[in-house]
């Protein structure tokens, strides 16, 4: 007689060639859209469910997984997993993962071309010319600020940090100031040509500064209107790390009142909504959360998230797990 198979829900659309592989394993519920569930159709959906593929927004909390008691894994195909309560999922012996690292190099790509743009004012650039507004050349005209040679202020010095530090310092010739809760070896910060200061530091002598640390309650809101007034006039922000980190409404006055000069944000406070402000000023550039979409990336982050609940559901030893202790509890 024939085992039964682990029953999973897919989330979220992702694609084609990864449902079918996890069909060939699994009992496969799909919710192939792009429309997610809410929390409530997410919990029925659940029932007598073995493990789910999420992105990065559904909420897996306590009061979900005491409603889903036979669930055992929670794979998400972000890096990011604010939306994943793991101490509930560990103390509830339920196995949580994400997917580090195949997203680094795309999303530090985009994130140095999000600064740029927000640097040499390519959107308002773009806006201006689609508008007819461009009918003479002249020597101000959408004039922004130099990225080669200027200071690169890095909040946040995972692995996308050091890989917008890369870019920044060997391509462009920056100089690179970091702030991280903690310092990096001696040798990686000699390597990047990086150099650990305070954040008051770090906010007074960039003239880039990007953001990529991860969200949790002690980040929320790190920078604010106090955080803002510390910085250059000249100064852009860059942040792609999650909404809630930069207090947007914040943000929107002090971009609006010229208390630095420009902003580029990939990520919003209550997303996928952003704040009205934001969208009626010229100088920012903004982005719908797309830092990791390229074609090869999100394949791969589906992939990943695959392997995880695959191994999690069939006695193999999941490569990206966040809680690995559930998986040698008796």
């Avoid at 992702?14 to 996890?22: D, N, S, Y």
Wanted: glycine share 8%; hydrophobic share 50%.
């Amino acid at each position: 007689m024939t085992a039964s198979r682990p029953a999973i829900l897919i989330a979220r659309k992702i694609f084609p060639e990864v449902v079918e592989r996890l069909r060939t394993v699994f009992e496969v519920d799909a919710h192939l859209s792009d429309e997610p569930l809410d929390a409530l159709a997410l919990r029925a959906r659940l029932q007598g469910k073995a493990g789910v593929f999420v992105a990065g927004t559904e909420p897996i909390n306590a009061g979900l997984l005491a409603a889903c008691p036979g669930l055992r894994a929670v794979c998400s195909m972000a890096v990011g997993y604010n939306n994943i309560d793991v101490p509930a999922c560990t103390a509830a012996g339920v196995l949580a993962s994400n997917a580090p690292g195949v997203l680094t190099e795309t999303t530090a790509d985009f994130g140095f071309a999000l600064m740029m743009a927000t640097a040499r004012r390519i959107g308002e650039a773009e806006r201006y010319l689609r508008a007819g507004h461009w009918k003479h050349w002249g020597f101000d005209m959408m004039a922004g600020a130099d990225v080669h040679g200027s200071t690169l202020g890095v909040l946040g010095m995972g692995r996308i940090g050091q890989a917008i530090a890369r870019r920044g310092v060997h391509g462009f010739g920056m100089s690179l100031i970091y702030h991280n809760r903690s310092r990096l070896p001696e040798a990686d910060e000699q390597a990047l040509g990086a150099r650990w200061v305070d954040l008051p530091s770090l906010l007074r002598e960039a003239d880039h500064l990007v953001i990529v640390v991860p969200y949790s309650a002690s980040s929320h809101h790190l920078i604010g209107a106090a955080e803002l007034s510390q910085m250059k006039p000249t100064a852009t922000l860059t942040n792609i790390a999650r909404g809630g980190v930069v207090d947007d409404a914040a943000l929107a006055q002090a971009l609006a009142r010229r208390t630095i000069a420009a902003a580029g944000l990939d990520v919003f406070e209550g997303e996928p909504a952003v704040h009205p402000d934001l969208l009626t000023l010229s100088n920012v550039v903004l982005t719908p959360h797309i830092a990791s979409a390229s074609l090869p990336t999100r394949r791969a982050m589906c992939d990943l998230a695959a392997d995880n609940l695959i191994a999690a559901l069939t006695g193999g030893v999941p490569p990206t797990a966040l809680n690995p202790e559930v998986l040698t509890r008796a």
